[in-house]
């Protein structure tokens, strides 16, 4: 059975009856949608000491999963933070950096979702739009704190976005303000949003399964993204 490997969020949170400290946690809907699919998930927190020796991770698992979470911290892409930036996690970027490149090196099937995808593209020397309401006039791809929008996703035909997701167009759960400004090296949009062109999938067509999607295919249990990342894992 195969593994794959989930980036945790690092927070403060709440739990038990008083306790309120930093914690390594993701949303449970991403292990459900990896076991629904036939492999076991492993959770992974930021660690500097990973992020020098990102093999040590890597060799435990068969797939990589880049979660979504917080801002990425502009620096990583040679930006200065606007206002409209939120909290970051430089040690989360770090770490999160380290093992996108080096899965990357490695031809591991890699899938980024939300933030992730913005991941992929800055681990790929792109940059980010920092606040997406600013540039399109809305903030229908996070209108309600919370709350996932829902909307429709053109996928390019034979694309890896079309064969992981089995359709040309689907219906996605979204909830983000950010998004791929400067493309990445190597990297093609192989999907935009219906209603105003967001890239909303990105790929690097030279690797086996290296996909990147602004939505949440964990939130959707007729979404065949994660299912199609298990089976690259598997082969």
């Known amino acids: ?34 076991e629904r699919a036939g492999a076991v998930a492993l959770l992974l927190p930021s660690s500097d000491v990973v992020a020098r020796e990102p093999d040590v991770v890597l060799d435990l698992v068969d797939a990589l999963v880049l979660s979504g979470g917080c801002d990425i911290d502009p620096v990583s892409y040679g930006a200065r933070q606007s206002e409209r930036t939120g909290p970051t996690r430089p ?12 899965s990357l090196e490695r031809d591991l099937p890699l899938l980024g979702i939300c933030r992730g995808m913005e991941m992929l593209n800055v681990a790929s020397g792109g ?14 791809h996070a209108h309600t704190p919370g709350a996932f929008a829902d909307h429709e996703v053109e996928l390019e035909p034979a694309s890896l976005a079309a064969r992981a997701a089995g359709a040309g167009r689907i219906a996605v759960k979204s909830h983000h303000h950010q ?22 999938a990105i790929e690097l067509p030279d690797r086996n399964f290296a996909l990147g999607v602004l939505w949440h295919p964990e939130e ?16």
Do not use: K, N
Request: hydrophobic share 40%.
């Open 127 to 140: 940059t980010l739009t920092q606040h997406l309401p600013d540039a399109l006039g809305s903030d229908r």
């Open 179 to 200: 998004g791929v400004a400067e493309l990445g090296e190597g990297l093609v949009v192989s999907g935009r949003a219906v209603e105003d062109g967001l890239a909303e």
């Open 1 to 34: 059975m195969p593994v794959v490997g989930l980036i945790a969020e690092t927070g403060r949170t709440r739990h038990g009856d008083a306790w309120d400290e930093d914690c390594d946690y993701l949303p449970r809907a991403y292990s459900l949608a990896v």
């Open 91 to 102: 040690e989360r970027d770090r770490f999160e950096l380290a093992l996108a490149h080096r």
């Open 220 to 235: 959707d249990e007729a979404d065949r993204i994660i299912g199609s990342l298990v089976e690259a894992a598997t082969a």
